[in-house]
């Protein structure tokens, strides 16, 4: 247990549907990060956000679309989703997105594991 | 342009101390170096951080050199549990070119 909850832990989909994963940290951290883990590839990050403002987007094709209501819950909707979208996405949380060459320890959820049909 | 080099994997047996090192030619004068483990559908975990010379904690210690290219991940008395990918970062996550890359994938064997 870290803290971290994403809910749901697994989702199937077709193409055409829209859904949303839901993250929510306990630890009273202020920034929050949205990771995709394809098969056999290195952790992506996607999206991370400071303080409830989204600071980094990485080319993200838009049928991602995330959501930080507070600093605590980070959303991430999903629409129109292409069979290679399948993948685990991991949701994370820091005390701070560092600086000065400081890392603040992240801390992941369970991660949800999205299939697309 | 890759900020971390490491193996892409390894193999250990039971009760082996295990070295994984990683290579960051670039590492700037600010910049930590922090390791995560992953074990398969779970999200990675802090390991260790460290900035110079030596760090221990109860799970590894972490050996940086003292021109900072390159640093060690120390595994004593591997278990079979301790099977999972490595990762080494540099940096904060304010700097573009801090990611999780492939890792290194131990596997330790009976």
């Known amino acids: 247990e870290t803290g971290v909850t994403q809910t749901p832990r697994h989702l199937v989909m077709g193409m055409t549907n829209k859904k949303s994963l839901k993250c929510e940290q306990h630890?009273?951290?202020?920034?929050m990060y949205w990771y995709k883990q394809s098969a056999k590839k290195p952790l992506e990050l996607m999206f991370v956000y400071s303080l409830e403002e989204r600071v980094e987007n990485n080319s993200v094709p838009s049928r991602f679309s995330p959501e930080c209501p507070n600093s605590s819950h980070l959303f991430l909707h999903l629409h129109t989703l292409q069979p290679e979208d399948s993948a685990l996405y991991l949701c994370a949380s820091s005390q701070s997105t560092g600086g000065q060459g400081v890392q603040d320890t992240q801390y992941f959820g369970p991660g949800t594991r999205l299939t697309v049909l | 342009l890759a900020k971390t080099t490491q193996p892409i994997s390894m193999d250990s047996y039971e009760g082996q101390e295990v070295n994984i090192t990683c290579s960051h030619n670039n590492i700037a004068t600010n910049d930590y170096i922090t390791w995560y483990q992953q074990f398969p559908s779970q999200g990675p975990r802090f390991i260790i951080q460290?900035?110079?010379t030596k760090v221990t904690n109860e799970v590894a210690s972490l050996f940086i050199p003292a021109d900072r290219k390159s640093s060690t991940l120390s595994l004593p008395r591997v278990s079979l549990s301790d099977t999972a990918v490595y990762y080494c970062l540099v940096g904060d996550m304010r700097d573009n070119d801090m990611r999780f890359g492939a890792g290194t994938r131990l596997t330790v064997k009976p």
């Open positions: 460290g900035y110079k």
């Open positions: 630890l009273g951290h202020n920034a």
